[in-house]
């Protein structure tokens, strides 16, 4: 008979069977930590290798009651393989702030570095980068917020999952590594499931009370495979003060290297 | 040593600059539509003085209008071309009256070296309030006589950034005189410093080619410069001179050597700050050092608002007390950022003169209003002057001054 002749098949097969009680207990054993580590593993798998990234963004502050100001801001980013990307933001608008450029060295572990240049005195400050609390030229959006996450930064915690605006999403906790230098006690990120896109985040702060909401929307896909979002809109349900980051340019791949992330180059940035 | 003397005389730096309007003018109608962007902004701004003037001559309060417009465009490959002027008109018509090229420079970067040619401003330093080791441009001392503002230097300067650090080599073909407030000024020295006068060291005088080293590295959480300059002080000795009836002092200028180095460090919520030089050839060999720290507190009373406190000592060991302010001072000040919409900033400091009696103490406000305007609030007040010090003639200087900015 042909099923005895064709033997190393009945051996797979007869593996399969000893063993598939046992792989379901290990995949019920995972944990809701692991579980929300590896959601932000695979999110991190599938955004790897962008190389390099320019933006055109405007952010649009308004206040309590509804007034608005405005800022233009060209960011670039170069992914650092082995640690925390290198990225530099340059101020367009408001006027009296052109040209004034903000360098950072993320790191996986330890305190960021960060530059910051002022073109009326041609002069490079480095400053303080530990405390990531504070707000980022005014807005609703903290450093914390703004600069390259590293999966180091938190620990994770899947929660359920839950269907939002139409997306099957995930949902999990994050709690930062370095509380004392952290604005938030959790945050509670929705992400999709087809892509592992973030769609909403609830950061709660230090006394645990919500502070914040991030909206994501307009997702685009670049080179087939990097997805971005073309609006941020957060909310301060505290202060009543909102901020929304409009992209209008995704470019990747544009051959920046580490000659145009230092310094130097803060210098003729514009 | 040779000095020579200087009569007031057409140089070619004059030429140059008054040219530049034009210039400017012309790229301002013929390139606009070829991607040349302007910005700039233009200030009104009042200065009231409390105080008596000291010398009769001094005018009592007075107000100006600064125009600092700048041109720029970014060639395809990377290159670009910068021109910026600055012009101030006083309601007293005397040196603050003035005008100067800040930049008229071109940029070739390439991916190993970058080369910046013309009229340009480089700043090394470290400190908040004092600025010891900047010496590539010259100080405009009738804008501010602490040291911010400074003269266009015309220069050729390479950078080369290496795997460990970053060199530059700056060529400066062109000495640019300290300028000086005049006798209806406020914040001037008695006698009054007549730039007529110049004397130089070196024949060439202002023709007179510096050069400079420099090497700057990053360690981890420390930024450390260190340089070499050689050629014509930027700071001169004053000497006396005109007759019995007309004393007046007249600049100086030697030819030095100078080492310096600056240091920046995060460590935390702290920023350490150091600044050194070794200077020859201006009369003794001397040094003079600056270090000072800044720690920041967050998020003050739950609110977003950051206080900075700032200290900083600085010594000086030259043997002639009067040709700096800084000698042997203790400062400490604080900045106060509301991190709002509205980016209002507050620095203060209060400076101490270890050995003599002067306190002198600075402030100054910001605060945006809509996309365009800015306000600026300043004020300096100069108490106890000792005899001694070199601040003693701006005993009833002090000032409150405001700026209206318009950014375009």
């Known amino acids: ?156 915690k899947y929660l359920r999952d839950e269907e939002l605006d139409g997306h099957a999403c995930t949902v999990s906790e994050y709690y930062p590594v370095d509380a004392e230098n952290s604005g938030y006690s959790r945050q509670m990120v929705w992400r999709d499931k087809d892509e592992y896109r973030i769609q909403k985040v609830d950061f709660y702060d230090r006394k645990n009370s919500l502070l914040k909401t991030l909206t994501m929307k307009g997702y685009k896909q670049y080179e087939g495979k990097y997805w971005r979002a073309g609006e941020m809109h957060m909310m301060n349900h505290q202060s009543g003060k909102s901020t929304v980051l409009l992209y209008s340019t995704y470019r990747f791949h544009t051959g920046l290297t580490d000659n145009d992330f230092n310094k130097n180059s803060l210098k003729r940035a514009r | 040593m040779q000095i020579t003397s200087r009569r007031k005389k057409y140089s070619r730096f004059a030429l140059i600059t008054a040219a530049t309007p034009l210039v400017f003018l012309f790229l301002l109608f013929h390139l606009s539509a070829f991607g040349v962007e302007l910005a700039g902004n233009i200030v009104l701004e009042g200065r009231y003085f409390p105080d008596k003037p000291q010398y009769p001559a001094q005018q009592e309060h007075n107000a100006s209008v600064v125009l600092e417009p700048e041109l720029y465009h970014a060639f395809t490959g990377g290159s670009s071309v910068l021109l910026k002027s600055f012009v101030r008109l006083d309601s007293n018509v005397d040196e603050r009256t ?182 020859t050839g201006q009369g003794r060999s001397f040094a003079a050092a600056v270090c000072g720290f800044e720690y920041t507190f967050y998020g003050i009373y739950e609110s977003g608002a950051d206080l900075g406190i700032i200290g900083e000592y600085v010594f000086d060991d030259r043997a002639d007390k009067s040709l700096t302010v800084v000698n042997n001072d203790v400062i400490g000040g604080f900045r106060l950022a509301l991190n709002d919409a509205a980016g209002t900033e507050i620095l203060a400091g209060l400076m101490k003169d270890v050995e003599f009696s002067t306190y002198m103490f600075s402030v100054e406000a910001d605060r945006r209003f809509g996309e365009h305007l800015k306000l600026h609030m300043e004020a300096l007040f100069l108490f106890d002057a000792a005899e001694q010090d070199a601040v003693l003639p701006f005993e009833q200087d002090s000032q409150l001054t405001v700026e209206l900015q318009y950014f375009f």
């Open chain 2, 98 to 279: 003035h005008w100067d090229i800040r930049e008229a420079s071109f940029i070739y970067p390439t991916d190993d070296w970058e080369l910046q040619v013309g009229i340009s401003k480089v700043f090394w330093g470290a400190t908040e309030f004092v600025h010891l080791v900047d010496i590539i441009n010259q100080t405009d001392s009738v804008e501010d006589f602490t040291g911010e503002e400074k003269l266009g230097q015309p220069m050729l300067h390479l950078t080369v950034p290496q795997k460990q650090g970053m060199i530059e080599a700056f060529v400066l073909p062109w000495f640019r005189e300290r300028t000086f407030p005049g006798e209806k000024d406020r914040l001037r020295s008695d006698p009054i410093i007549d730039t007529n006068l110049s004397q130089y060291e070196s024949a060439a005088e202002q023709s007179h080619l510096d050069f400079a080293l420099r090497y700057s590295h990053t360690f981890s959480n420390a930024d450390l410069g260190l340089y070499h300059f050689n050629g014509t002080s930027r700071e001169p000795n004053l000497l006396l001179g005109g007759d019995m009836r007309h004393p007046v002092l007249f600049p100086s200028y030697h030819q030095i050597g100078q080492t310096g180095l600056d240091v920046q460090m995060a460590a935390g919520d702290w920023l350490l700050k150091g600044e050194a030089l070794y200077r």
């Open chain 1, 1 to 156: 008979m042909k099923f005895f002749t064709d033997w190393p098949g009945v051996v797979v097969l007869l593996l399969g069977i000893f063993f598939s009680p046992l792989c379901e207990k290990i995949s019920r054993a995972e944990t809701p930590e692991e579980k929300g580590l590896a959601i932000i593993m695979e999110a991190e798998r599938r955004d790897q290798g962008f190389g390099d990234l320019v933006t055109d963004m405007v952010m649009i502050l308004r206040n309590r009651n509804g007034q608005e100001s405005r800022r233009e801001v060209t960011n670039k980013v170069l992914e650092k393989k082995g640690d925390g990307d290198k990225s530099l933001s340059v101020f367009h608008t408001p006027r009296d702030i052109r040209g004034t450029a903000l360098l950072t060295f993320s790191h996986k572990s330890g305190d960021d570095e960060q530059w910051l240049y002022l073109p009326a005195l041609k002069r490079v400050k480095r400053i303080n980068s530990r405390n990531k609390s504070g707000s980022f030229v005014g807005s609703e959006f903290s450093y914390e917020d703004i600069s390259s996450q590293e999966i180091e930064e938190y620990t994770y």
